[in-house]
């Protein structure tokens, strides 16, 4: 599976919109993008996942750019209970089925 | 519904004892997934159930590690002669079937060893 970079944390208002960066320039056409976060002292909590076209769900909104090498998990208004650890994770279609996680970013809300 | 649980949720051990962990899936979920979370870092995978058959065990660290499925349902995770180093979160995770689908992640076991 390809390999993803993210900043290794963020600070985000209350009440704002929370957008985290990843880079995977080396994702392959048949590789998605999976956005997991694990809340403190909790298991990891799917967020939501795409191909290429931009996907929206009850939870965020995930953009994938064009040339699919770097995508952003939107948090559209960012509350407190979203302070959390996100991981970007890219995956194929194949028999790997393991979820191999980074460091992802330790997201911070602001009161 | 019910999601995944895993027993107990915290252990505490002497080094070189022995310890097992339970995994109880969603129902229905045929496949199992086992991964350890050290602090500070990403969880690791460790071991892929699908139904009672284990279809990767890449990720076991070595052979005092070793997890059984016997039923299909609840997952047992067994560590031998444990060492301070396997102290950790250890997750379970379950998904419907195979490959993309979501996982679902159980809050985990706290393993302390001493």
Known sequence: DA???QPTSMDCAEGRAANLPCN???ISGNEYVYWYRQIHSQGPQYIIHGLKNNE???MA???ITEDRKSSTLILPHATLRDTAVYYCIVRGPGRDDKIIFGKGTRLHILP | GAGVSQTPSNKVT???KYVELRCDPISGHTA???YRQSLGQGPEF???FQGTGAADDSGLPND???AVRPEGSVSTLKIQRTERGDSAVYLCASSPNRGRETQYFGPGTRLLVL
């Open chain 2, 32 to 34: 199992l997934y086992w």
């Open chain 2, 14 to 16: 002497e080094k070189g």
């Open chain 1, 61 to 63: 909104s995930l953009i």
């Open chain 1, 24 to 26: 995977h320039s080396t």
């Open chain 2, 64 to 66: 005092r590690f070793f």
């Open chain 1, 56 to 58: 929206t769900n009850e």
């Open chain 1, 3 to 5: 390999k993803t970079t």
């Open chain 2, 46 to 48: 460790l071991i892929y």
